[in-house]
C-alpha cells in the first residue's frame, strides 16, 4: 500500500513569484540555529522519500520522527497540530511546520540554494515539479488502491486509474527521452520528486508496465546509484513500521469505510 495522498500546490500567482523561484539559488535562507535540529516526519511511501533524498543530498542534519500511518499516528493532535492534513511527510525547521512534499521540497531548496536549475529554468521546473505532484502522484495512488485494496466491482474505477498512471507515465518517460535530468542540464529537486515515485512504479504499473518505461528506469538507476539515494533507501532500517492491512489499518488507511 502506498501510505500517501494526493497533494496539491499552485503554481506562482504573478511574476514576482516568479522572478522570486529563478533567484532562489542567489538568496539562501540561513542556516538552521545551532542546537535546533530539522524535525523530519515520515515513513517509507513515495512522498517521504523524495524528502529524505533531499535531507541526504543537501547534507542538512535532521531527526527523522517515524510517523505509522497504520497505526494512526498521523490523527494524533500533536502531529494535527504540524500537518491539518494528516498525512506524512512533515518538517519542522526553527520551529516553523511545513507540510507537503512538494511544498517542503521547494522550502528546502530555498533555504540551503541548493538543487535548483541552473538558469532560466524556473517555470520548467515548477511545470513538472507540479506534474508530478498532481498527475504521477496521485494517480498512481488512486491506481494502486483501486488494484489491490478496493472492494471488488470496481471496474471501472480499475480501467480508469490503471490508464491514467500509464499515461503520466508515458509522459515522464517521453521528457526523458535523450535527457539524462528532467529539467535543465543538472541534477534536481524534481529528480528527487520523480524518484521518490519510481521506488513504488513497478508496483503501480506491473512489471511489464514497468519494463515499458526505458527512461524512466534509465533514470531512476542513475539516482539510485547515487550515495545519497542509497542513505535515503536506508532509512526504513531505522524504525519498524506496521506491515499488515488489518482491520486497524484499514480504519486508519480507509477512514471513508469506517464512517
Not at 533555504?111 to 517555470?123: I, M, R, V
Not at 507540479?130 to 502522484?137: D, L
Not at 520523480?194 to 527512461?215: C, D, S
Amino acid at each position: 500500500m502506498l501510505d500517501c495522498a494526493p497533494e496539491t500546490r499552485p503554481l506562482p500567482a504573478n511574476g514576482h513569484e516568479l522572478a522570486a523561484a529563478r533567484h532562489l539559488r542567489s538568496h539562501p535562507r540561513p542556516p538552521t540555529e545551532e542546537g535546533l535540529v530539522l524535525k523530519f516526519y515520515y515513513n517509507t511511501a513515495p512522498n517521504p522519500m523524495k524528502v529524505a533524498l533531499f535531507l541526504e543530498e543537501s547534507g542538512l542534519p535532521y531527526e527523522a520522527v517515524p510517523l505509522d500511518t497504520r497505526k494512526g499516528e498521523q490523527f494524533a493532535p500533536n502531529y494535527v497540530a504540524i500537518n491539518p492534513n494528516s498525512k506524512a511527510p512533515a518538517i519542522v525547521d526553527d520551529g516553523e511546520p511545513v507540510f507537503d512534499s512538494n511544498a517542503i521540497l521547494l522550502y528546502l531548496a530555498e533555504k540551503t540554494g541548493q538543487f535548483l536549475p541552473e538558469g532560466a529554468h524556473a517555470g520548467e521546473t515548477l511545470s513538472w515539479l507540479m506534474f508530478i505532484a498532481t498527475g504521477i502522484g496521485p494517480y498512481s495512488g488512486q491506481c494502486v488502491h483501486f488494484r489491490h485494496f478496493a472492494p471488488p466491482g470496481n471496474d471501472y474505477a480499475v480501467s480508469r486509474y490503471e490508464f491514467e498512471a500509464k499515461r503520466h507515465w508515458g509522459i515522464l518517460n517521453d521528457r526523458l527521452e535523450g535527457r539524462e535530468w528532467l529539467v535543465g542540464d543538472s541534477y534536481s529537486l524534481v529528480d528527487m520528486a520523480a524518484w521518490g515515485w519510481e521506488r513504488a512504479a513497478p508496483f503501480v504499473l506491473g512489471e511489464a508496465g514497468w519494463a515499458a518505461l526505458p527512461n524512466v528506469r534509465r533514470h531512476f538507476e542513475a539516482i539510485s546509484a547515487r550515495p545519497a539515494a542509497q542513505r535515503a533507501a536506508a532509512i526504513k532500517d531505522r524504525h519498524a513500521f506496521k506491515t499488515e492491512m488489518d482491520e486497524e489499518a484499514r480504519r486508519f488507511m480507509f477512514r471513508h469505510t469506517a464512517a
